[in-house]
């Protein structure tokens, strides 16, 4: 189970990061054109927000089994020293929370909007923040926090 919940959470990442960006692409060409907030738009939104929430549903799991997090939590004073351990053990978990969070207040919000244009800038706003937030506590390979390659071999 442990190797195919690693395949899954690795595709899903990519998955959210499109979704997120498609619903913001959409957003801004409806607020920004003062579109009609068409049933599309409205299913974007809403599989953006389920894609974000498999997602963490499936980091939490890993996160309860990664051996890495694990070592973590039991050495603490010895891996605050260190920047790999201290990005997956706090930063890296915390802040995707949080993104997933802003996700889902700002699906919520659109769709209670009575207006097109206030359901395509709530939507514009809200997951622009938490893309922001994402690309932020994403482990790339030029990140001073920690470094991973893009796509891991296993």
Request: aromatic share 14%.
């Amino acid at each position: 189970m442990f190797p195919t919940l690693i395949i899954l959470h690795s595709l899903f990442r990519w998955c959210v990061l499109l979704s997120l960006m498609y619903a913001i692409i959409r957003a801004a060409k409806g607020y920004f054109s003062n579109a009609r907030f068409s049933s599309l738009d409205n299913h974007v939104r809403h599989w953006t927000a389920t894609i974000a929430h498999i997602q963490l549903i499936l980091g939490i799991l890993l996160l309860m089994k990664s051996p890495l997090i694990h070592y973590y939590f039991t050495h603490f004073e010895a891996s605050m020293a260190n920047r790999d351990l201290t990005f997956f053990g706090i930063f890296h978990w915390t802040v995707m929370i949080v993104a997933i969070v802003v996700i889902t207040i700002g699906s919520a919000k659109a769709k209670r909007k009575s207006s097109d244009i206030e359901k395509f800038g709530t939507m514009l706003l809200w997951f622009s923040i938490a893309l922001v937030l994402i690309l932020i506590a994403i482990p790339w390979p030029f990140s001073p926090w920690a470094e991973r390659p893009l796509l891991r071999t296993f």
